[in-house]
């Protein structure tokens, strides 16, 4: 082979390597944006269930409140079961 053909081989070479490179690091950074992209939105995700699920306990610590309030439960006594409200003749002081 003539020193020409070994010349323009060496130059194809070099070209080939560096648009070789240089397409690796467009591939790299492309893939990592996408990546980055994606990650994002199941972090979005999951803080929006996570406040979904937050909302839920509270209106449920809300409900449990309720349900456990001492004046519910006297009118649930005095009207559905038909006892009547304690006095102080009915307190009996029991000593061992």
């Given at each position: 082979?003539?020193?020409?053909n ?5 130059k194809?070479?070099?070209l080939?390597?560096?648009f ?9 950074v492309?893939?990592q ?61 029991i000593?061992?």
């Amino acid at each position: 082979m003539s020193s020409v053909n070994i010349v323009i081989i060496k130059k194809i070479l070099k070209l080939t390597f560096f648009f070789g490179v240089l397409f690796s690091l467009l591939f790299c950074v492309t893939w990592q944006s996408i990546h980055d992209y994606l990650l994002n939105l199941k972090i979005d995700e999951l803080s929006r269930k996570k406040h979904e699920l937050e909302k839920t306990l509270y209106l449920k610590n809300v409900e449990l409140s309720s349900l456990k309030s001492r004046e519910r439960i006297r009118k649930i006594a005095i009207e559905q079961l038909g006892m009547s409200p304690i006095t102080y003749s009915d307190v009996r002081l029991i000593i061992y």
